[in-house]
């Protein structure tokens, strides 16, 4: 590749810091649940619904801005993400919901409009290694995530609700640094990616569609069982069984750090044994741990949440390079494609289980939680399965396979 070394740390170390930034908004927000309900005296669907909407603005338009950036350059696309996600956190403060709702909405769509772009240049930071420079890129993130929560207690902590302004303190810097460094940062990259989205047109066969569709799937409902249990831990740990905010935070942090460790272990399990064995193997893992983890309260939650973590936040790297080498000429839209889906559909499994939680009790959504996982990894066996045969028939009949 020109320009750009088989492995390249200092875009993909770029790339990383990027997405740890943008997604300590994504971390921080569940932990401003229990205060938000209570301040506003909202329903559990209601304030779960919030995560909802940051996830859906973001799913709406990653794929549009991944199909875009595959043939235009918006160099200033990742500074301008990084401070709408902060700006939309001021509207907390408003005291209403509908501002609430509004802010978080805003700040859905700077997530969104990061990762296509941000995955684009940890993907064209290796030849090779895509698997291993993806769960790099997932890393930053993850770490984003587990940091939030404390990040937003400590702000909390320290200037009460008017807090959240203190983002912008870690984004107007690193928007900066993109802004300043964009040049080098994308020099060698944009005309190899629009060369190569404009080479072939999108490969409408049914032996990639087909499991493109299985992977989608399962990803949305892994997505559902990772953003239902963080939106749940602080609910569950500290409204119900009464835990303080510190636990419940230290807990959620427990649970995303974990999930950014093992990201680096699934990605060189995914080198020795290949990406969909590593995915339904986590996702097996996590259903068993889902079911135990509503059946532990103090010190022994943490283990628990560990393991949890270390299941389902793991494979977006994974995932990611899966979904990059079933478009390979079309990186940014297939990058835009499984980071929506991960980022925007996971607040549909909150609300689900949310309505459950005011129905039924909040130990019935609890129990919930495996359900997604496992549905996750059937639906994986079977993009496996039906995936092989279908390329069979087209070895069978001569037709062109996409690139691996």
């Known amino acids: 590749m020109k320009g750009v070394t088989p492995l390249n740390y200092r875009l993909l170390a770029a790339a990383a810091l990027g997405h740890l930034v943008i997604d300590i908004h994504q971390g921080a927000l569940p932990v401003l649940l229990p205060i938000l309900r209570e301040r506003s005296e909202l329903s559990y669907a209601l304030v779960t619904s919030l995560v909802l909407i940051m996830q859906v603005s973001s799913s709406v338009i990653q794929p549009t801005v991944g199909f875009l950036s595959d043939r235009f350059t918006f160099r200033w696309l990742v500074p301008v993400s990084v401070l709408l996600a902060s700006a939309g956190y001021l ?129 949305v409902l892994r997505a559902w069982a990772h953003t239902a249990t963080m939106s749940f831990i602080p609910l569950y740990f500290t409204s119900h069984l009464g835990e303080s905010t510190q636990f419940s935070s230290a807990l959620l942090t427990t649970y995303i750090v974990a999930g950014a ?92 289980l949310g309505h459950v939680a005011d129905i039924k009790g909040i130990e019935t959504a609890m129990s919930g939680l495996p359900l997604f996982s496992l549905l996750a990894a059937c639906l994986a066996v079977t993009m496996v399965v039906v995936g092989k045969r279908l390329a069979r028939q087209e070895e069978g009949r001569g037709e062109a396979l996409p690139a691996a």
């Open 91 to 219: 509207f907390l403060l408003g005291g209403t919901y509908s501002l609430a709702a509004f802010g978080i909405l805003l700040s859905g769509i700077g997530v969104a409009g990061f990762h296509p772009d941000g995955s684009k240049l940890a993907h064209f930071a290796s030849d090779e290694r895509k698997a291993w420079a993806l769960s790099i890129f997932s890393l930053g993130g993850s770490v984003g995530m587990a940091i939030g929560p404390m990040v937003m207690t400590f702000l909390l902590l320290r200037f009460g609700l008017p807090g959240v302004a203190r983002l912008l303190w870690l984004t107007v810097p690193i928007a900066f640094v993109y802004l300043y460094q964009s040049r080098s940062l994308y020099a060698g990259i944009e005309a190899r990616a629009a060369q190569r989205a404009e080479a072939k047109p999108f490969p409408w066969r049914l032996s990639v569609l087909a499991p493109l569709g299985l992977l989608m799937t399962a990803i």
């Open 261 to 352: 460790l093992n990201s680096l272990l699934v990605g060189l399990s995914a080198e020795r044994w290949g990406i969909p064995a590593t995915f339904i193997g986590t996702l097996f893992l996590g259903t068993i741990v889902l079911f135990i983890l509503p059946k532990v309260s103090g010190p022994w939650a943490f283990p628990v949440a560990a393991l949890a973590g270390g299941m389902l936040l793991s494979t977006l790297g994974i995932t990611t390079a899966l979904g990059q080498q079933m478009l390979p000429d079309h990186v940014g839209l297939a990058s835009g494609l499984v980071l929506g889906v991960t980022v925007g559909t996971g607040g549909i499994g909150a609300v689900l």
